[in-house]
């Protein structure tokens, strides 16, 4: 399959982590491009590029390809811990990398982030699951800024609402926290049609943060006019067109220094690759879930997560108008 692209993800892949990229990616269904940028206390020329920061970004494909999920997290400190906290997040995206529906898998990643062994540490995050025989996009936010959707019918960009109030008549019921901060909580979920030049971006809060020496944050809508001023039809060259606008927020009068903070952009576009499931990757699809449900029981020490026992989950890998 010929791309274009950096990189192209293999069926049950997970790939990213938390240290510096400016890649593209091609799923089946999706491409995606990616731009990391960890903040270092040593800001010279010659700074070990492979610096892990706070900012973990992941994509995964399921087994019959007609699943990809990214997940993109801001994970308070730097370092050893967030380097575990990532492992971490891999391990739990391959275990659900055969998920449809992503709640179960982000109240997992909650659960996790508020044991002892993550050591205090909280993230916010989003992530989002793209479905690619219906072209749906769902986005869950755990205290995480707004994803933003460029609607290419009305050739503008806006931000999808993701943090809609719960319908729950419990008192005290908790919503949209970031991950670690309580175990008790549930997440909003959006769902969104990416028709076929339609962008999503996600990313973390370095870019509304961002500020001159004594002037205003530039804030949410400030990086929604920055990218409405920008060209949308080259996905690749909005990332470096945006941080310069962004640059220039922060030092009007000359040359901005470095973030103070990670940065990470991530933009998707639907692709026209969306695979066509058949009993042969089917098949393939279960051998590969039970392998990796051995992988999490025998070298993970932990107990699997069970297939989604969904009609469009195991019927549709066969049968595509199941889906």
Not at 16 to 33: K, V
Not at 70 to 83: E, F, N, Q, T, Y
């Amino acid at each position: 399959m010929t791309t274009g692209h950096d990189h192209v993800m293999q069926c049950a892949e997970v790939f990213g982590g938390n240290r510096q990229a400016q890649t593209s990616i091609a799923t089946l269904g999706l491409d995606a491009w990616l731009y990391s940028d960890p903040y270092t206390e040593d800001q010279s020329s010659d700074a070990a590029p492979e610096s892990a920061g706070g900012d973990v970004h992941f994509l995964t494909s399921c087994a019959t390809g007609r699943v990809t999920r990214l997940l993109l997290a801001d994970v308070s400190g730097h370092g050893a811990r967030v380097d575990r906290a990532a492992r971490e997040l891999k391990a739990l995206l391959g275990s659900y990398a055969h998920y449809i529906d992503q709640l179960r898998f982000l109240a997992e990643v909650n659960h996790r982030f508020g044991t002892a062994d993550t050591d205090g540490l909280f993230a916010t995050a989003i992530v989002a699951t793209y479905f690619s025989p219906t072209s749906e996009l769902s986005v869950c936010s755990a205290g995480h800024p707004a994803p933003l959707l460029y609607d290419a019918s009305q050739g503008s960009w806006r931000e999808v609402p993701v943090n809609t109030p719960l319908e729950d008549d419990r008192p005290g019921a908790l919503s949209n926290l970031p991950l670690g901060i309580e175990h008790d909580v549930e997440y909003a979920q959006s769902t969104i049609h990416l028709g076929e030049r339609d962008l999503a971006m996600f990313y973390t809060d370095a870019l509304p943060e961002a500020r001159p020496p004594d002037g205003p944050m530039l804030g949410a809508a400030g990086v929604l006019d920055a990218l409405n001023a920008l060209d949308a039809s080259d996905p690749g060259s909005i990332v470096p067109a945006l941080l310069n606008r962004v640059n220039a927020h922060r030092a009007p009068a000359g040359k901005a220094p470095p973030f103070d903070d990670d940065v990470t952009v991530l933009i998707v576009r639907r692709n026209d690759r969306a695979p066509t499931p058949s009993l042969r990757t089917g098949i393939l699809g279960a051998a590969r879930v039970t392998a990796q449900a051995a992988r999490t029981v025998l070298v993970e020490h932990r107990a699997p997560a069970l297939p989604e026992w969904s009609l469009r989950n195991i019927a549709g890998a066969f049968f595509k108008g199941l889906n």
